[in-house]
């Protein structure tokens, strides 16, 4: 196994290479293996600077690039999940479509019951998953990629089986839920919410899309109407 480091310092990584190297995990640093990100410590802890630096902008870059080279040939955009993951994945698909990419909600269980037929081989799809460890959103991936379809994860573990088996992942973790409980998905639906509006900017960054084209798919209510200065 090997673990990159997401550090320039050179101490660190000898320190971290004495503690990992009984347990047979190879540590690098970002640079020895063509990474170059450079990310402000603002957080007040080591572990809020270690959750600013898994949002890695190379992330986004990558999963954008996967959906317009899917696009380019021809492929769609889907959008799984499981629980509230599959509110957040209806939303996620509604935003795609509005902004230049369409897209299309693919039900997390029903999709290993024949709803893969909505797939074809070379479209993306987006799985959600705030452990990435849910059984079912397991066994949905690997049909879709049975189906010759590339995924991308989207997750809170950045160690989780959907980020070891997807073609690329986006972290969208959270130190806590909130509530009495800690349980009920409450942060964890606002940073995946987030992590794809995100990645919604970036595509609609290479479609051109301007107000005339929005306005063309939300025709109704106020944002439907141009504005004095989009005429």
Known sequence: MKLVLASKNAHKLVEMRDILSQLGVEVVLESEVGVDVDVEETGATFEENAFLKARSPEDYEAAAQLILDSQAKGGRLHVTGIGKCSHVST????????????????HGTEAVHGSC??????????????????AELKATV??????????IGVSGNPNSWLAKHTDAFLFAGVKAEGGPLNRA???SVLAELLTLQALSVALQGEKDWDPVKYVRCH?????????????
């Open 91 to 106: 939303y996620a698909a509604s935003l795609f479509s509005s902004t230049g990419n369409p897209a299309y909600y693919l």
């Open 117 to 134: 037929g909505q797939l074809a081989a070379g479209d993306v799809v987006i799985a959600i998953s705030n452990s990435g460890e849910t």
């Open 142 to 151: 690997l049909a879709v990629q049975n189906n010759g379809c590339k995924v």
């Open 185 to 187: 998905p409450r942060n």
């Open 219 to 231: 025709p109704g209510g106020k944002l439907g109407e141009l504005r004095e200065n989009e005429k």
